[in-house]
């Protein structure tokens, strides 16, 4: 496990590149457009991109086929081709039995990408704005529920039992 750390980045630091259909793209992790983010260091050497695709219009990115790759959509709404189906991602207490796959990806939602090049997104009437996420596979076990990321049940488990014992966070001596 790889211990917690911040690196605080300011908005005026994230580079910002409009294309010339006025798709804008802020790289805050990686390289991509010829532009590199500012945050760096981060495991699994990811590719982090804020993008915002105007009304209407198609846009298709690279995504590199070592990597894997999602999307989470937090404004507007759109259609992802080839595509998992969007999943709503609930911020609010929601019954999940009363939850329904939506047809379009829209606020809260995340897109997950199979294994290609490049994706393409159909921009609605509104435009769509997403955060685009790509990493080299962690090539480990993945055990998830809610903010806490493990590598087994067990440790979820042990996380959660700390977590509510207000033991889950270590403080490490500086060295």
Known sequence: ?????????KAAEIPA???????QVRVVCGDFWGKSG??????ADPIYIDVSVP????KTLPVETTRNAFAYVFAGAGKFCNA???LAVPTEPVGWADTKPPTEADNRSLVLF????????????EGIRFLLVSGKPLQE???WYGPIV?????????AFQELERGTFLKHQTPR
């Open 1 to 9: 496990m790889t211990s917690p750390r911040y690196q605080e980045v």
């Open 17 to 23: 590149i409009t294309d010339d259909d006025g798709t």
């Open 38 to 43: 500012p945050v760096d260091g981060v495991a």
């Open 55 to 58: 009304p209407g219009r198609r």
């Open 84 to 86: 998992s189906g969007p």
């Open 114 to 125: 199979d294994r290609g090049d490049e994706l393409t997104v159909q921009a609605g009437d």
């Open 141 to 143: 076990p993945v055990a």
């Open 150 to 158: 493990m590598n087994t049940q067990e440790e979820l488990r042990q």
